[in-house]
């Protein structure tokens, strides 16, 4: 039996890549599940993967501050490396994130085989100061590999859910009709402001014949304000995978895992970064799709939503009968996020924990 110990806490962006990871495994295979309490892993990892929690931070703070967090992060890595020794692990795997760090330290201390995958094109504070101390790194985004110091990252893509590489229906509570479907996700974090442009433009997206599906987060005021028989507005959906494979058109917010999802899909996008992601990591998420042709990048400039409005027009055209150009653009965006997609990236990871303790 080959013992593993994934290290995953968080966010949806840390959890769902991991959780891909662990349902890939063959018998054989025993995992145990590192996480942090009271964080989202513990109502989401599945018993059977036995989660462990230990308490970690990250090192924002300065002086005596820092000081003090280092000294957490010390402890609990050394509180790993016992766990390591206790439960026979044979390798780590991690998807960043504070729980990165002790994980990372406790491997080395254990001298067992350690793998950190990167989602984001721009690389997060984790990965590029201890990406050079795990024995291989693995990136979802090409463009991550020339900012990682001292390592040769391994090119694997961003592991997805099953359910977004098998065919699924669309949801009964979709609108019906002929007219092209668009889906809005706002995503975990900042659905405020696309919230308020997707708003801004919603009245003409309808009034053209066009069916939307608007996925607003929590904290949406405006949710309600209008109302259409075109028109669906849901805090959040589990049904995405059949939103995606069947939607002509995406607007979304560029996390890591959510760009994996559409491209998986294949779902032509509008990507709206969060302006306030960490080392604008979303912008440069969102300029790889964009480079293949599969999406189109707008920036959220509150109070002007004509830029939205006018990329709609464009790309909807074909779609609504209106003149357009005699290639239809969502056709042309579908085969580049076709290209763009890795539909094998647990398998990838897999075969390359596989191979580091065989």
């Not at 949406?220 to 669906?232: I, M, T």
């Amino acid at each position: 039996m080959t013992r593993l110990l994934i290290a995953a806490s968080g966010t949806g962006g840390h959890l769902f890549p991991a959780l891909a990871v662990a349902e890939s495994f063959p018998d054989g295979w025993s995992i145990r599940w590192l996480g942090v309490p009271d964080r989202l892993e513990t109502s989401l990892v599945p018993e059977r993967f036995g989660l462990i929690t230990v308490r970690a931070g990250g090192l924002q703070g300065r002086g005596i501050t820092k000081v003090i967090q280092m000294l957490r992060l010390l402890a609990a890595g050394f509180t790993v490396h016992q766990l390591i020794r206790r439960h026979r692990i044979k390798a780590v795997f991690t998807t960043g994130g504070y729980i990165a760090a002790p994980a990372i330290l406790g491997a080395r201390l254990s001298r067992r085989p350690v793998v950190l995958h990167e989602s984001n094109a721009m690389p997060g504070r984790v990965t590029r100061l201890l990406g050079r101390f795990c024995h291989s790194v693995a990136i979802g985004l090409p463009a991550a590999a020339e900012r990682i110091p001292g390592c040769h990252p391994f090119i694997t893509g961003t592991p997805v859910r099953k359910a977004f590489l098998t065919a699924q229906p669309l949801p009964n509570w979709v609108p019906t009709g002929t007219g092209p479907l668009v889906v809005v996700m706002g995503g975990s974090q900042g659905a405020v402001g696309l919230n308020r442009m997707v708003h801004a433009v919603l009245p003409e997206l309808l009034e053209q014949g066009c069916r939307v599906v608007h996925l607003t987060g929590r904290n949406d005021p405006e949710v309600g304000q209008l109302s259409h028989p075109q028109l669906a507005q849901r805090a959040f959906s589990d049904e995405i995978p059949g939103l995606l494979q069947h939607a002509d058109l995406a607007i979304s917010r560029a996390g890591a895992g959510s760009l994996s999802e559409l491209a998986v899909c294949s779902t032509p996008s509008i990507l709206v970064p969060f302006p306030q992601a960490a080392d604008k990591h979303q912008d440069a998420n969102a300029a790889c799709a964009a480079s293949y042709g599969g999406a189109v990048i707008v920036h959220q400039h509150p109070p002007d939503h004509h830029a939205l409005a006018t990329t709609l027009k464009r790309l909807l055209a074909a779609r609504l009968g209106k003149p357009s150009p005699q290639v239809d653009p969502l056709l042309q965006m579908r085969q580049g996020m076709e290209q763009f997609a890795v539909r094998d990236a647990e398998r990838r990871l897999a075969d390359l924990l596989t191979s580091l303790v065989s």
